[in-house]
């Protein structure tokens, strides 16, 4: 990732295992000033026949209908902290109205249309301006603002034509770039680009529109096919779409970019994981380890595969150290009881799933597990049992919980017991002939016959 962006995406967040970078929408939110409606009516009180919303962008494009290129600015007031801390604080509204008197002064003096937009911003073109243009005009207003009425103001530049957008899109691409500028600070200001892109992308992400968020990325690649953020978060998408072929394009096209960029080999390997391609896999992740050692995402993967893999000795040195990442983590102490477990060292095994059960209760596999193990210690049967029928209840659609229950309740000689689980376990999945057989054998006809 550029220098340039490591600031605004230094939120790193895991999205069913994919990695990402993201600028956080939480902050933005709080950075949005909502102009109450007392405040808009005192502005409306001064400008009776002000457009607002909808009716103002039909007006302004209606007159730009013949204009073959033109700037679109949208700005919100950032405080109203007076330049001299000594003198009494204005009243919201007052300061409102003296910032829009300023503001309709400067769109005559630059031939400029304005309106009060949706959400308490504020919009307006310029005809025959560019976005380079309009961001100086911008910087003079912000400067006019600060001195005559004691505001910050932060704006958003777009212009037309930019790609295929269309006219009415310019003040909506201005308030992406609103909001880019909203990341740097009051008194800011942003021309439209890639990154207010990415970041409108990110905010439909959160909302859960992934196609409308690949729709964004891919456009701010067509303004700028260097973004490496980019080309990752849209793999991420491809890849929560199970579109596997176009997520590795993607982090491809990130790691010849930047050779080091951890994220892009992580997530080049979990798409190969997702598809079965476990050996692939691994080469990838123990690649972006080398990179950078403490992603806890990349480490606990890693192990987690390594151990599937059989190779838990192995797999139990990177989840030991994913455990020193996150000590916090559940899902990281019932994989390295598991390794322990296929190791055959019973007591570190019970002392990770106890650690993974205090981090999350409802963790089914690490309390089956805990029992299983009690029971094999012939220790504590009450508690195994305990541990084996919590997390059936939890899970009862696993046939591996049910078949260890049912091993349980056959070394009680609860064969009536014992036999439902292994019929259950078997129904779902897990092979339990054998001893359903063995255990049918030993009942009475009539009992067999009846049990379900």
Same mark, same amino acid.
């Given at each position: 990732?550029?220098?340039?962006?490591?600031?605004?995406?230094?939120?790193?967040?895991?999205?069913?295992?994919?990695?990402?970078?993201?600028?956080?929408?939480?902050?933005?939110?709080?950075?949005?000033?909502?102009?109450?409606?007392?405040?808009?009516?005192?502005?409306?009180?001064?400008?009776?026949?002000?457009?607002?919303?909808?009716?103002?962008?039909?007006?302004?494009?209606?007159?730009?209908?013949?204009?073959?290129?033109?700037?679109?600015?949208?700005?919100?007031?950032?405080?109203?902290?007076?330049?001299?801390?000594?003198?009494?604080?204005?009243?919201?509204?007052?300061?409102?109205?003296?910032?829009?008197?300023?503001?309709?002064?400067?769109?005559?003096?630059?031939?400029?249309?304005?309106?009060?937009?949706?959400?308490?911003?504020?919009?307006?073109?310029?005809?025959?301006?560019?976005?380079?243009?309009?961001?100086?005009?911008?910087?003079?207003?912000?400067?006019?603002?600060?001195?005559?009425?004691?505001?910050?103001?932060?704006?958003?530049?777009?212009?037309?034509?930019?790609?295929?957008?269309?006219?009415?899109?310019?003040?909506?691409?201005?308030?992406?770039?609103?909001?880019?500028?909203?990341?740097?600070?009051?008194?800011?200001?942003?021309?439209?680009?890639?990154?207010?892109?990415?970041?409108?992308?990110?905010?439909?992400?959160?909302?859960?529109?992934?196609?409308?968020?690949?729709?964004?990325?891919?456009?701010?690649?067509?303004?700028?096919?260097?973004?490496?953020?980019?080309?990752?978060?849209?793999?991420?998408?491809?890849?929560?779409?199970?579109?596997?072929?176009?997520?590795?394009?993607?982090?491809?096209?990130?790691?010849?970019?930047?050779?080091?960029?951890?994220?892009?080999?992580?997530?080049?390997?979990?798409?190969?994981?997702?598809?079965?391609?476990?050996?692939?896999?691994?080469?990838?992740?123990?690649?972006?380890?080398?990179?950078?050692?403490?992603?806890?995402?990349?480490?606990?993967?890693?192990?987690?595969?390594?151990?599937?893999?059989?190779?838990?000795?192995?797999?139990?040195?990177?989840?030991?150290?994913?455990?020193? &990442?996150? #000590?916090?983590? @559940?899902?990281?102490?019932?994989? !390295? $009881?598991?390794? +322990?477990? %296929?190791?055959?060292?019973? /007591?570190?095994?019970?002392?990770?799933?106890?650690?993974?059960?205090?981090?999350?209760?409802?963790?089914?596999?690490?309390?089956?597990?805990?029992?299983?193990?009690?029971?094999?210690?012939?220790?504590?049967?009450?508690?195994?049992?305990?541990?084996?029928?919590?997390?059936?209840? &939890?899970? #009862?659609?696993? @046939?591996?919980?049910?078949?260890? !229950? $049912?091993?349980? +309740?056959? %070394?009680?000689?609860?064969? /009536?017991?014992?036999?439902?689980?292994?019929?259950?376990?078997?129904?779902?999945?897990?092979?339990?002939?054998?001893?359903?057989?063995?255990?049918?054998?030993?009942?009475?006809?009539?009992?067999?016959?009846?049990?379900?």
């Amino acid at each position: 990732m550029r220098k340039d962006q490591s600031e605004l995406y230094h939120h790193r967040e895991s999205t069913r295992h994919f990695l990402h970078a993201k600028a956080e929408a939480d902050d933005l939110q709080n950075k949005r000033i909502q102009i109450p409606v007392r405040i808009q009516k005192a502005i409306q009180s001064i400008y009776p026949g002000l457009l607002t919303g909808q009716a103002f962008l039909d007006h302004a494009l209606e007159q730009l209908t013949p204009a073959t290129r033109f700037a679109g600015l949208v700005f919100q007031i950032d405080d109203e902290v007076a330049t001299d801390s000594k003198k009494p604080q204005a009243d919201p509204a007052v300061a409102h109205k003296r910032a829009v008197k300023l503001f309709n002064t400067f769109c005559k003096k630059h031939n400029g249309t304005w309106g009060l937009l949706n959400q308490g911003l504020f919009g307006a073109f310029f005809d025959q301006k560019n976005s380079a243009s309009c961001l100086k005009l911008a910087q003079q207003f912000q400067q006019t603002s600060k001195n005559k009425a004691a505001l910050t103001v932060s704006a958003g530049i777009a212009e037309y034509p930019t790609l295929s957008f269309q006219p009415a899109q310019v003040l909506d691409n201005a308030r992406k770039a609103l909001d880019h500028a909203a990341f740097l600070g009051p008194n800011s200001a942003m021309i439209f680009d890639a990154v207010s892109l990415n970041i409108s992308g990110d905010q439909l992400f959160d909302q859960g529109d992934i196609k409308g968020s690949i729709e964004e990325f891919q456009q701010a690649l067509k303004m700028d096919p260097t973004n490496i953020n980019v080309h990752n978060s849209l793999g991420v998408c491809y890849g929560l779409l199970g579109e596997y072929e176009k997520a590795k394009l993607e982090f491809q096209s990130a790691v010849k970019l930047d050779h080091l960029e951890v994220m892009a080999w992580y997530n080049m390997g979990f798409t190969h994981m997702l598809n079965g391609d476990r050996k692939k896999a691994l080469d990838l992740f123990l690649k972006a380890n080398a990179i950078n050692q403490d992603v806890f995402e990349i480490t606990f993967q890693t192990g987690r595969l390594l151990m599937e893999m059989k190779q838990p000795e192995s797999g139990k040195k990177f989840l030991k150290h994913a455990a020193l &990442l996150e #000590p916090a983590s @559940g899902a990281v102490f019932r994989y !390295l $009881g598991e390794c +322990y477990m %296929k190791i055959g060292n019973v /007591d570190a095994a019970i002392a990770a799933y106890k650690k993974a059960i205090k981090h999350n209760p409802g963790d089914a596999a690490s309390l089956s597990a805990m029992g299983c193990l009690f029971a094999e210690q012939e220790e504590n049967p009450e508690i195994a049992q305990m541990f084996c029928q919590e997390s059936v209840q &939890l899970a #009862p659609d696993n @046939g591996l919980f049910r078949y260890r !229950l $049912g091993q349980l +309740y056959l %070394k009680q000689n609860r064969l /009536d017991d014992a036999l439902r689980e292994f019929k259950q376990a078997e129904r779902l999945g897990k092979d339990a002939s054998d001893v359903i057989t063995e255990i049918a054998s030993k009942l009475p006809p009539k009992t067999s016959r009846s049990t379900g």
